[in-house]
């Protein structure tokens, strides 16, 4: 997409770093919109935004040629109804200002790439889940529900509209990888709960070349699953990342102590226990070629030099 405008909205954490850097290596205009922006020497551009109002961000937008929305409050806290209520609302109140925006621009983007997350299946068991799955029914799921009905109810006629389903993303320098390295390291890297929970995850290079493809395939609409082809249970991630770090063993942690650390850490029990297999139907229909489809190349890759 090179000198392409491409504006990422929440586009200042671990994914969105990545796919700046990825769009601006390919030669175009990178802007962020930033609840705290800051200046920059790589070429990228952040701006303020809060998420929730029209401001002088909406600039540019005018004449995009594509727009990425990152924005939501993170998961990984407890799930009290009120952090619940809190993670709905970042999620469906950027998209409607976003939808807002749009509608105010002469030249609108002609497409708007939005991520949602696996857990719209809720917990899946063993069951694969692909795009013609429906919604589970636990909290996560219900968000990603009104998530993507709030997205899917904008009204952007001339704004192609991709959804993508984003599982566990797996890269050097964010996301849980790298706690998970440590705890390995120091023989803490055993199976949680039962261990029998899938986990669909993908190599943040595959992750970052989806939103490439979807981003500039005019062809591409709709929700896609993005993970690796090949889901794993927790008891296979947790041997591979093992394996890849000389650990040969570690002891397993049971449920209630699985529980009472997320408790003392602040976190939440069921993203470590609920179980997502899920399957990237639409991208293989697409052609997409993987970089690392199977877990063990992937974690190779990342903990090469741990």
């Not at 068991?125 to 998530?147: F, H, M, N, V, Y």
């Not at 990342?241 to 003392?264: D, I, K, N, T």
Request: proline fraction near 7%.
């Amino acid at each position: 997409m090179s000198g392409k405008r491409i504006v990422i909205a929440g586009g200042s954490g671990f994914i969105g770093s990545a796919l700046a850097k990825e769009f601006s290596v390919r030669g175009g205009e990178v802007v962020i919109l930033s609840r705290s922006p800051r200046p920059r020497r790589d070429g990228v551009r952040e701006a303020a935004w809060d998420g929730e109002r029209v401001g002088e961000w909406i600039q540019f937008l005018d004449g995009a040629d594509a727009l990425i929305n990152l924005t939501g409050k993170n998961i990984n806290c407890p799930h009290t109804p009120e952090n619940l209520r809190g993670i709905l609302a970042s999620r469906v109140n950027s998209v409607s200002v976003l939808a807002a925006a749009l509608a105010r621009v002469k030249t609108p983007p002609p497409v708007w790439v939005q991520a949602s997350a696996v857990g719209f299946y809720g917990d899946t068991r063993d069951k694969l889940a692909d795009e013609d799955s429906p919604a589970g029914t636990d909290s996560l799921a219900e968000i990603c529900r009104q998530w993507e009905s709030a997205f899917a109810a904008t009204h952007l006629p001339k704004t192609r509209k991709v959804t993508l389903r984003i599982g566990f993303v797996l890269g050097r320098d964010g996301g849980a990888l790298p706690v998970l390295a440590r705890l390995t390291k120091f023989f803490l890297g055993g199976a949680v709960g039962s261990g029998r929970q899938y986990l669909s995850w993908i190599h943040l290079a595959d992750l970052v070349a989806m939103f490439v493809a979807t981003a500039g395939q005019g062809s591409l609409t709709g929700p896609f699953n993005a993970v690796a082809p090949h889901p794993v249970t927790n008891a296979e991630f947790m041997r591979e990342l093992r394996r890849v770090l000389h650990r040969p063993w570690s002891p397993p942690a049971p449920e209630f102590a699985v529980r009472l650390g997320a408790r003392l850490m602040k976190s939440e029990p069921s993203l470590a226990l609920a179980s997502q297999r899920c399957a990237p139907k639409r991208f293989v229909e697409t052609g997409f070629e993987f970089q690392f489809p199977q877990l063990r190349g992937a974690l190779e890759n990342l903990c090469a030099a741990a």
